[in-house]
C-alpha cells in the first residue's frame, strides 16, 4: 500500500504528469527523421493495440522514439531492442493518471516485406481500473461558509465508487484553490492532501481538507504619473472599492479601464500583497499619458459617400479635466459634414457621460438634396456591461427639396430617449453575439417645431459561429412615424429612405422608397429592413 500526504502526494503523481508533458515536449521537439518515423511512410511504425481512444492517444504521445533509433533513414538494431524493453514502463506510465496501475504490455517486432520497413506492435491489457472507495473534500477556515467554494466541493468530479482520474483530480483541485484566491483568500492551501492507493485491489482513499486563512480586503490606492489629470477622475477607472474583498480580476479590470480610455499608453497595476497591514492590500498605479492632442487625417471611398476626405482633431484632456473635446471634418463626393463634441464625463461610472454636440451637413446622394445645422445635448447612463441609455434634446433647422417638392425649411426642437445593448464575444471579429438600439423621438408646434411627430426607430443584429468558419449574419432596421401633419411637411433626414451598404445591399444610398404622383422616392413613415447572410 502507497501512503501520501502533502510532498509525498506529489512523489508519487508528479513523476507521471511530468513523463507526459516531458514525452509530448521531446515528441515536437525531436529531429524530422523521428516525426517521420511516427507515420506510415517512416522505417519505423508503432502501432498500439487494445486500446480506447482517449487511452491510445496518451500511450502513442508517450512512445517517443529516441533520436539515435533511426540513422540516415534505417533502424538501428540495438536502439529499437532497449527502445522496447522501456515500451511496458512508458505505457505504465501512460495510464496511471486515468486510473489503470495494473496494466500489462506485450510487444513484437514486425519486418514488413519487400518495404523496408519496421514495426513495432504494442498488445495493451489495461487491467481494471483503481475505485476511489472514499472520497473526503473539506473547507476549513474564516472561508468554510462561502457558498461558491462549497458549491466546487459538492461538484468535485472524483466521487467514490468511480474511476480515480489524476487529471480531474488536478483540475478540481487548482479550480478549488484558483476560485479562494478570487474569493479573496490570498493565503489559502491544502493543509492536507491524501491518497491511500491499494493497486493490488484496486482500490483509493482520497482526503482533501482546504484551509482558506484570512480574506484580504483591497485597501488605499496610489496613483502616480498623471499629475495634469484631476485624481476625481482618475478614480473613477478604478473598478474596486476599498474594503471590498481583494481580487486580481478587479485589478486586471482596472488596468483595461485605464488603457481603453484612450488616455495612457502605459498601466503598471501592483498590488502590495507582502504589505498587507490588518489583511488590507495596498494598490500602486503607475501611469504614462499618450498625447493629450491629436490631428488625424483620412482618405478612402464608400459605396454610400464615394471617394471621401476626412481630418478629426481630439483633445482628451481640455482644461485639465479630463474632458474630451473632438472636431471632424469629412468632405466626400455625395456628402459633406463638419461636426464637433464636447464630452464631460461622470465620475460614478467610466461608461456614464454628458455629450454637447454641434455640427453642419450637406447631403446630396441624388434622391433628395440637404442642408442642416444642429445642436444636442446628451445625458449617457450606464446600466451595466454593454449597456446604455440616454436622454437627449436636439435642436434642428433644415433646408431641403425631394422628389418634386418645392425647396422648404423646417425648424425642430426634438427631445428623445435611446437605449442600446450589446454582447460580442470580439469587438473588432465576433463570431457570436448580438447588439440592438432603440430610439424613441418626438416633436410638438407647441414646443417650437414647425410640425409634430412621434417616431420609433430600431436596429439590430446577430453573428452565429458555424462549422467550418462560416457565419450567419442577420440584420434587421425599423421605424415608424406618427405625424399631425402630411408628410411632406417631415424635414428629409426625419423620413425613412432605404438602400446602401447598410441598408439593401445592391441598391444606391437612399434610393428606395415610396414614389409620388411623378414617380420619384419622397420618403415614407414607416420602414422594415432585414437581411441574412453567411
Known amino acids: 500500500m502507497l501512503c501520501g500526504k502533502g510532498s509525498a502526494l506529489a512523489y508519487w503523481f508528479s513523476p507521471l504528469r511530468g513523463m507526459i508533458v516531458l514525452s509530448l515536449m521531446v515528441f515536437w521537439l525531436m529531429p524530422a527523421d523521428n516525426v517521420c518515423a511516427a507515420k506510415k511512410n517512416g522505417p519505423l511504425q508503432v502501432k498500439v493495440e487494445g486500446l480506447d481512444k482517449e487511452l491510445k492517444l496518451n500511450v502513442e504521445a508517450a512512445l517517443v522514439l529516441p533520436p539515435g533509433l533511426i540513422r540516415e533513414g534505417r533502424v538501428e538494431p540495438r536502439w529499437l531492442d532497449r527502445f522496447t524493453r522501456q515500451v511496458p514502463s512508458l505505457v505504465s506510465g501512460a495510464l496511471k493518471p486515468y486510473g489503470y496501475y ?5 510487444t513484437r517486432v514486425e519486418q514488413v516485406n519487400g518495404k523496408g520497413k519496421v514495426r513495432l506492435i504494442v498488445i495493451v491489457t489495461k487491467g481494471d481500473p483503481v475505485l476511489a472507495q472514499s472520497v473526503e473534500v473539506l473547507l476549513d477556515g474564516p472561508g468554510s461558509e462561502e457558498a461558491a467554494l462549497r458549491e466546487l466541493v459538492g461538484a468535485f468530479p472524483v466521487v467514490a465508487g468511480k474511476t480515480l482520474r489524476q487529471d480531474h483530480y488536478e483540475q478540481a483541485k487548482g479550480a478549488l484553490l484558483a476560485r479562494s484566491v478570487d474569493l479573496g483568500y490570498l493565503d489559502a492551501e491544502f493543509a492536507e492532501q491524501e491518497i491511500l492507493l491499494d493497486p493490488q485491489k484496486n482500490r483509493a482513499d482520497i482526503t482533501l481538507l482546504l484551509e482558506t ?5 483591497f485597501g488605499e490606492v496610489h496613483i502616480e504619473g498623471a499629475p495634469e489629470f484631476p485624481e476625481r477622475f482618475l478614480n473613477r477607472y478604478i473598478a474596486f472599492k476599498p474594503d471590498r474583498p481583494f481580487t486580481y480580476a478587479k485589478l486586471g479590470q482596472t488596468q483595461f479601464n485605464f488603457l481603453n480610455s484612450d488616455r495612457f499608453r502605459e498601466v503598471v497595476v501592483t498590488p502590495r500583497v507582502a504589505d498587507a497591514i490588518d489583511n488590507r492590500v495596498a494598490t500602486d498605479i503607475r501611469l504614462v499619458p ?11 471611398y464608400g459605396t454610400d459617400t464615394g471617394p471621401r476626405f476626412s481630418l478629426r482633431y481630439k483633445d482628451v484632456n481640455l482644461f485639465r479635466l479630463g474632458h474630451e473635446f473632438s472636431a471632424d471634418l469629412m468632405v466626400a463626393a ?7 463634441a464636447y464630452l464631460i464625463p461622470g465620475y460614478r461610472n467610466i461608461n456614464s457621460y454628458t455629450a454637447l454636440r454641434v455640427g ?8 433628395y438634396e440637404s442642408q442642416s445645422i444642429s445642436a444636442e445635448l446628451e445625458r449617457i447612463r450606464s446600466f451595466g456591461r454593454g449597456t446604455q441609455g440616454s436622454v437627449f434634446l436636439r435642436l434642428m433647422q433644415e ?3 425631394v422628389a418634386g417638392e418645392d425647396r422648404f425649411r423646417s425648424q425642430m426642437v426634438i427631445p428623445g430617449v435611446r437605449y442600446s445593448r450589446r454582447r460580442l464575444d470580439d469587438e473588432l471579429r465576433p463570431r457570436k453575439g448580438f447588439q440592438y438600439s432603440l430610439e424613441v423621438r418626438g416633436a410638438h408646434q407647441s414646443l417650437g417645431s414647425d410640425t409634430g411627430l412621434l417616431q420609433a426607430v430600431a436596429s439590430g443584429n446577430t453573428v452565429v459561429s458555424l462549422p ?3 457565419l450567419l449574419i442577420t440584420r434587421v432596421q ?8 402630411p408628410i411632406t411637411e417631415l424635414p428629409v433626414s426625419l423620413r425613412f429612405f432605404a438602400g446602401g451598404d447598410q441598408s439593401v445591399r445592391g441598391y444606391a444610398y437612399q434610393a428606395l422608397g415610396p414614389r409620388d404622383d411623378s414617380g420619384k422616392v419622397a420618403g415614407g413613415k414607416h420602414l422594415l429592413v432585414g437581411s441574412v447572410e453567411l
Do not use: C, Y
Not at 455625395?334 to 464637433?340: F, I, N, T, V, Y
Open 478 to 485: 425599423g421605424g415608424t412615424t406618427l405625424q399631425n401633419e
Open 102 to 106: 495494473n496494466s500489462k504490455t506485450v
Open 468 to 470: 467550418g468558419k462560416l
Open 360 to 367: 453642419l451637413q450637406r447631403e446630396d446622394p441624388g434622391t
Open 399 to 401: 433646408e431641403s427639396q
Open 334 to 340: 455625395q456628402r459633406q459634414e463638419l461636426s464637433a
Open 290 to 300: 499618450s498625447a493629450r492632442r491629436r490631428l488625424r487625417p483620412g482618405i478612402g
Open 213 to 217: 486563512g484570512p480574506r484580504f480586503l
